[in-house]
T-cell receptor, first 110, second 116 residues
Framework: SQQGEEDPQALSIQEGENATMNCSYK?????LQWYRQNSGRGLVHLIL?????REKHSGRLRVTLDTSKKSSSLLITASRAADTASYFC??????????FGAGTRLFVKA | DTEVTQTPKHLVMGMTNKKSLKCEQH?????MYWYKQKAKKPPELMFV???????INESVPSRFSPECPNSSLLNLHLHALQPEDSALYLC???????????????FGPGTRLTVT
């Protein structure tokens, strides 16, 4: 069963704009991670936020976590065409089990 | 070296064939994973090995048989597959040592499998 649900399913923006993706999950988690996948290729780890953290930054990425609402958001600032990809949240609940959300397909127009 | 390699990149096989997918990492990671990903869907966990022992089997049909010969290698043996098994098969590894492991996973590029 899918742990993380993401919205929007697809997002199209202009280069330079910010992109926000949201993820909701159902059970308690140890941490939540965001991954990027370029078309038909392997996933790349972007950022991890632990259950006791509320916000984390990495370069142009900002992740928030609200464990009371069981939700997280990923903000990409000043987007670039190279950010075009699918973005997945992944929840880790323990014992190696990582469950990926449905994903958001981001398209950044140059 | 933070690379996970997978071979082959593409594989076409008939339903009566036997084939194997291979995955290798040299990051000293002791956890290795197999995922299956259908088009426009998220990866679905199939198997996890920890310290060369099978830790998780997500009720995967027996026509998929994983093997971890050593800490750097992970195989997925395929036999009598069905057309619906056609998908991108992803291998990943993570470091599971330390007091608070993150289980951040490093993924290979995947093997695109087509079953005819």
């Amino acid at each position: 069963s899918q742990q993380g649900e993401e919205d929007p399913q697809a997002l199209s923006i202009q280069e330079g704009e910010n992109a926000t993706m949201n993820c909701s999950y159902k059970t308690s988690i140890n941490n939540l991670q965001w991954y990027r996948q370029n078309s038909g290729r392997g996933l790349v780890h972007l950022i991890l936020i632990r259950s006791n953290e509320r916000e984390k930054h990495s370069g142009r990425l900002r992740v928030t976590l609200d464990t009371s609402k069981k939700s997280s958001s990923l903000l990409i600032t000043a987007s670039r065409a190279a950010d075009t990809a699918s973005y997945f949240c992944a929840t880790y609940t323990g014992g190696f089990k990582t469950i990926f959300g449905a994903g958001t397909r981001l398209f950044v127009k140059a | 070296d933070t690379e996970v390699t997978q071979t082959p990149k593409h594989l076409v096989m008939g339903m009566t064939n036997k084939k194997s997918l291979k995955c290798e990492q040299h990051m000293g990671h002791r956890a290795m994973y197999w995922y299956k990903q259908k088009a426009k869907k998220p990866p679905e966990l199939m198997f996890v090995y920890s310290y060369e022992k099978l830790s998780i089997n997500e009720s995967v049909p027996s026509r998929f048989s994983p093997e971890c010969p050593n800490s750097s290698l992970l195989n997925l043996h395929l036999h009598a597959l069905q057309p619906e098994d056609s998908a991108l098969y992803l291998c990943a590894s993570s470091q599971d040592m330390g007091p608070n492991p993150s289980y951040e996973q490093y993924f290979g590029p995947g093997t695109r499998l087509t079953v005819t």
